[in-house]
């Protein structure tokens, strides 16, 4: 056993690691590539697991790796119970957790409930079965409407563009998908679908995983009758705003009957297994009924992930989370980006910083690089100082930033063609992952094939060039988590400070944390700096747009 993991197994308050975990996001298909097919794979990630553990986060959360036809980048599965032979095997997985846990790191899976494939043996049996047979009754046939059943059976649009009903060839029905027309949404009061998911819970528990990042989480119970309605979400729009997800299709009383059942799986198991909702509702109070002591131990904070660079929108929504999830006893999470939206060093360096835009190419604003990094830098020393959990989302360790210039022969994201490029979508925060600046591939995989193109950009964020180098984004965020755990960051106590305009600024055990979101420097009380995001002036000040762990009270 190492000494991490006997300080972790000893530590009082073990049982509830992910109350103040970090958590790091592992995109399977853009981490490390074993075998040099331009494809990330597990035998990667193991040989990067290492890395992770150096860095200082408690717990990795994978992206989906099951068999899929790969339509949604996994997200459309196909046979829950195994490894898609792009990323490996079975074996693979578990030499990759077996490690995981011997380096002190938990590991956590997503679990994809609301859409199967259409590769899925039920879809498959289903489309082969005549319309009002049992098979379809796993997912939402239902007859069209019009004189010959011509039109859909209601007004519902995809997430990912056009309608959210596809006809069956030669049939008189159609199915429901929120999303890709290879992503048919299961029927959830159908007790087969119940039954199958909470042993595909229990094939992973068994094997030892941690926990479930549960996609789609508000979406798997539609309104009786699917009424019509009006409304339309974008993928990368998110919650908020006009388009936020209200609508027959989300966040219904009955999905929390499924997480109660769910929990009951876990609490089966020993440790403290957990569920991670990625729910995009509004308002926060809505999110809070996620994680209800009987239901989910987290939801992702996506209102955090869409604050603009302004410090009055950030003490509001961190002073609303820790609120809102206090009044459940569930702790916050912190994130900042994933595999969905506009990396936030890139967002950061737009002309409304922090807005979300549908991805970015060529024909857009190009973010300032430099600024924008310089802010990410200092939302990192925000994100990392406050009480609860964090979610990073690799490559945000070396300030990586969007591919803002992919072409759109390269595209992959069903978004971006299903609305005819108008959602230029989300293969930008997707490029694989660069580790070394003079290898192929920028040292990804063996050869010099990615299945997402590299910006020459990326060579100056590689590993080799800000490992063990002063003032590196990497080393910053080694620093910041390291110091976070030793101040015990995340189960301390928030408390604001007295300072000036545009500056956030509040204590948490013996760290105080300021970070200037204004465009000139401003003045810091007296204190020894154990962690800034850019040297401090000569005159002690804290420059434009960065940020400072100061000890003491
Ligand atoms: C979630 C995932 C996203 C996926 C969608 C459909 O939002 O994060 O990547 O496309 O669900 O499964
Ligand atoms: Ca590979």
Same mark, same amino acid.
């Given at each position: 056993m190492t000494s991490q993991q006997l300080a972790r197994s000893e530590s009082p308050d073990a049982l509830t690691w992910w109350r103040h975990a970090v958590? /790091?996001?592992?995109?399977?298909?853009? =981490? +490390?590539?074993? $075998?040099?097919?331009?494809?990330?794979? @597990?035998?990667?990630?193991?040989?990067?697991?290492?890395? @992770?553990?150096? @860095?200082?986060?408690d717990a990795v959360w994978l992206s989906p790796f099951y068999r899929s036809p790969q339509a949604d980048a996994g997200y459309d599965v196909s046979d829950y119970r195994d490894v898609d032979p792009l990323f490996g095997t079975?074996?693979?997985?578990?030499?990759?957790?077996?490690? +995981?846990?011997?380096?002190?790191?938990?590991?956590?899976?997503?679990?994809?409930? !609301?859409?199967?494939?259409?590769e899925h043996a039920w879809f498959r049996e289903a489309l082969s079965s005549p319309a009002g047979s049992p098979e379809r009754k796993r997912y939402l046939f239902r007859d069209g409407t019009g004189e010959y059943g011509e039109l859909p059976p209601n007004n519902w649009q995809s997430i990912f563009g056009g309608r959210a009903w596809s006809k069956v060839p030669g049939d008189s029905q159609w199915y429901l998908h929120l999303f890709d027309s290879r992503q048919p949404d299961l029927d959830w009061n159908h007790p087969d679908v119940r039954k199958d998911f909470e042993d595909?819970?229990?094939?992973?528990?068994?094997?030892?995983?941690? *926990? =479930?990042? %549960?996609? &789609?989480?508000?979406?798997?119970?539609?309104?009786?009758?699917?009424?019509?309605?009006?409304?339309?979400?974008?993928?990368?729009?998110?919650?908020?705003?006009?388009?936020? !997800?209200?609508?027959?299709?989300?966040?219904?009383?009955? &999905?929390?009957?499924?997480? #109660?059942?769910?929990? #009951?799986?876990?609490?089966?198991?020993?440790?403290? #297994?957990?569920? %991670?909702?990625?729910?995009?509702v509004h308002p926060p109070a809505r999110l809070a009924r996620y994680v209800r002591a009987d239901e989910m131990q987290q939801a992702f904070n996506f209102? /955090?992930? @869409?604050?603009?660079? $302004?410090?009055?929108?950030?003490? +509001?929504?961190?002073? #609303?989370?820790?609120?809102?999830?206090?009044?459940?006893g569930a702790p916050t999470t912190w994130v900042m980006s994933n595999h969905d939206t506009v990396r936030h060093s890139s967002r950061y360096g737009l002309s409304i910083p922090g807005a979300r835009p549908r991805g970015i190419d060529a024909a857009g604003e190009q973010p300032d690089e430099a600024l924008g990094l310089r802010r990410a830098r200092a939302a990192a020393l925000l994100t990392l100082a406050l009480p609860g959990s964090a979610y990073l989302y690799q490559g945000e360790e070396l300030g990586l930033p969007e591919h803002t210039t992919l072409e759109a022969e390269h595209r992959q994201d069903p978004a971006f063609f299903r609305t005819g490029g108008a959602e230029i979508g989300r293969d930008g925060c997707r490029v694989p992952l660069p580790w070394h600046s003079d290898q192929p591939s920028y040292g990804f995989g063996s050869g010099s094939a990615t299945w997402l193109p590299q910006p020459a950009s990326f060579a100056r964020y590689a590993? $080799?060039?800000?490992?063990? &180098? +002063? *003032?590196?984004?990497?080393?910053?965020?080694?620093?910041?988590l390291k110091q976070r755990r030793v101040s015990a960051l995340g189960t301390g106590t928030l408390t604001w400070l007295a300072c000036a305009p545009g500056v956030v600024a509040f204590a948490n055990g013996p760290v105080r944390v300021f970070v200037n979101t204004n465009d000139y420097p401003v003045a810091l009380p007296d204190g020894r700096a154990i962690v800034a995001s850019e040297p401090l002036l000569a005159d002690g000040q804290l420059p434009a747009n960065a940020a400072v762990w100061l000890a003491g009270t």
């Amino acid at each position: 056993m190492t000494s991490q993991q006997l300080a972790r197994s000893e530590s009082p308050d073990a049982l509830t690691w992910w109350r103040h975990a970090v958590i /790091y996001q592992v995109y399977p298909r853009s =981490f +490390a590539d074993g $075998n040099g097919d331009g494809i990330g794979d @597990l035998p990667g990630i193991t040989t990067r697991l290492p890395y @992770l553990a150096a @860095l200082g986060v408690d717990a990795v959360w994978l992206s989906p790796f099951y068999r899929s036809p790969q339509a949604d980048a996994g997200y459309d599965v196909s046979d829950y119970r195994d490894v898609d032979p792009l990323f490996g095997t079975l074996d693979d997985f578990d030499r990759m957790l077996q490690q +995981a846990h011997r380096l002190g790191l938990r590991v956590i899976v997503d679990l994809v409930p !609301n859409h199967t494939s259409d590769e899925h043996a039920w879809f498959r049996e289903a489309l082969s079965s005549p319309a009002g047979s049992p098979e379809r009754k796993r997912y939402l046939f239902r007859d069209g409407t019009g004189e010959y059943g011509e039109l859909p059976p209601n007004n519902w649009q995809s997430i990912f563009g056009g309608r959210a009903w596809s006809k069956v060839p030669g049939d008189s029905q159609w199915y429901l998908h929120l999303f890709d027309s290879r992503q048919p949404d299961l029927d959830w009061n159908h007790p087969d679908v119940r039954k199958d998911f909470e042993d595909v819970l229990r094939f992973w528990l068994d094997r030892g995983v941690d *926990g =479930f990042r %549960v996609d &789609v989480a508000h979406g798997l119970i539609k309104a009786e009758g699917l009424p019509d309605f009006a409304g339309h979400v974008a993928m990368v729009e998110g919650s908020g705003g006009a388009h936020s !997800n209200h609508g027959p299709m989300w966040d219904q009383e009955g &999905v929390h009957d499924i997480y #109660r059942s769910w929990r #009951r799986v876990l609490d089966e198991y020993p440790g403290d #297994r957990m569920m %991670v909702a990625e729910a995009w509702v509004h308002p926060p109070a809505r999110l809070a009924r996620y994680v209800r002591a009987d239901e989910m131990q987290q939801a992702f904070n996506f209102d /955090y992930l @869409l604050t603009h660079w $302004n410090a009055d929108d950030f003490r +509001a929504v961190i002073d #609303r989370s820790l609120a809102v999830v206090g009044e459940v006893g569930a702790p916050t999470t912190w994130v900042m980006s994933n595999h969905d939206t506009v990396r936030h060093s890139s967002r950061y360096g737009l002309s409304i910083p922090g807005a979300r835009p549908r991805g970015i190419d060529a024909a857009g604003e190009q973010p300032d690089e430099a600024l924008g990094l310089r802010r990410a830098r200092a939302a990192a020393l925000l994100t990392l100082a406050l009480p609860g959990s964090a979610y990073l989302y690799q490559g945000e360790e070396l300030g990586l930033p969007e591919h803002t210039t992919l072409e759109a022969e390269h595209r992959q994201d069903p978004a971006f063609f299903r609305t005819g490029g108008a959602e230029i979508g989300r293969d930008g925060c997707r490029v694989p992952l660069p580790w070394h600046s003079d290898q192929p591939s920028y040292g990804f995989g063996s050869g010099s094939a990615t299945w997402l193109p590299q910006p020459a950009s990326f060579a100056r964020y590689a590993v $080799n060039r800000q490992d063990g &180098v +002063a *003032g590196s984004t990497l080393e910053l965020y080694r620093s910041a988590l390291k110091q976070r755990r030793v101040s015990a960051l995340g189960t301390g106590t928030l408390t604001w400070l007295a300072c000036a305009p545009g500056v956030v600024a509040f204590a948490n055990g013996p760290v105080r944390v300021f970070v200037n979101t204004n465009d000139y420097p401003v003045a810091l009380p007296d204190g020894r700096a154990i962690v800034a995001s850019e040297p401090l002036l000569a005159d002690g000040q804290l420059p434009a747009n960065a940020a400072v762990w100061l000890a003491g009270t």
